[in-house]
């Protein structure tokens, strides 16, 4: 008699576990994804990351895929970094650091000194207390990482929104006067001279009061001499904050000032081709001035993004490619494979099967089949299985099954609910053999995505 069902199950989840799932490896060709086609413009094209979303396949193999280099979405900030005064914790920054070393990416360093995000003691700190705390966390934090970053958002929103073009209120402009901006700077350029320094802001990205004083400070720096190389342009848009229509204007007048500029924390709110054009116009609008030297989304899919519900990023919550993915990579001279059809485009669909038998008893055994998706969503997948007579299968479940004359061909199509799957990512059927006296193991056949 076959085991209950159940205790198949369990059983076979423990062996699957244990068992290696090939995974087809996807090789791009030159230009056919954001990174490489950014390359082709002498600019790079890189994304937000959480360290604790790199252990999803998905998520990896679409960063890998696609993008040449990572911010730290969180993981570099001070609270993160110095909980404690002067114990410093990298564990997850160095998580995102080794994986994009391995990936031969860029990293930004995001962030050293910033008003948010900011543990309390140093919020508690008097003067004198609060100076030396900057300076040593700068010191530490960029000691720590010395050779290993492209560019540091060394001084974060320090300026308010609106007409004032003041400072914003925070520990560090309260307590420090204005001049820690400059110091901020300047201790960064002793620790690591070959990092980019740069000052990141948002609400800066067309011409305006906030985005003027930026520029003031910006050409006093580059006039004294205080080293700074590079301004960032978060780039946070939606229908209340779109992009502006002095867009490209306004990078080009900083880099006028002697600065690279950046386009940091890239995200539009919509969807479909408005969408789509909005990140087409930042893209050439970057390229259009020539110290503009990169893009960095927000994050890789939707699903993650910090204003998820505005799905304001290229990849949806399935890392389908969307309408702006595409306009993206085709604004970048980029050559793609008409996607912005939820990320299906037909010939991208790809699987890969792993067969396990799990369980044995005298007469029957069962078998599990494990589906997993290629660089691309499927929507559906069909695998065959030849049996050796006169094995017979009794029972299947997580797929529809069917077989040919002889009865020991059996195409097993998805379930109703299993079709779908996220690049990457893995379902699995079971099924229940008679031996009737043959104690093979049936051979399985390749798997076909649609
Ligand atoms: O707010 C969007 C960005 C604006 N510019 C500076 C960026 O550093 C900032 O990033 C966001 C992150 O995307 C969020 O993930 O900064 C937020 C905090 O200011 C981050 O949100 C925080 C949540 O508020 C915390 O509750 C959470 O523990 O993320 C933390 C880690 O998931």
New binding site residues.
Partial sequence: MPMPRRAAQAFTAVLLAASTVTALSHTAAAADTLGSAAAGKGRYFGT?VAANHLGESAYAGTLDREFNQVTP??EMKWDATEGSRNTFTFGNADQIVSHAQGQNMKVRG??LVWH??LPSWVSGLGATDLRSAMNNHITQVMQHYKGKIYAWDVV??AYQDGSSGALRSSPFADKLGSGFIEEAFRTARSVDPNAKLCYND?NTDGVNAKSNAVYAMVKDFKSRGVPIDCVGF?S?FNPASPVPSDYQANLQRFADLGVDVQIT?LDIEGSGTAQANNYSNVVKACLAVTRCTGLTV?GVTDKYS?RSSGTPLLFDSNYGKKPAYDAALAALGGSGTGGGDGGNPGGNATCTVSFARTSDWNDGYNGEVTVKAGSAPINGWTVTLTFAPPQKVASLWNGTPSWDSSGSVMTVRAASYNGSLAAGASTSFGFTAAKNGNNSTPTLGACTAS
């Fill in positions: 937000a979405e969180n995001h962030t948010s995000q974060n929103e948002y978060q946070h924390e927000w910090w």
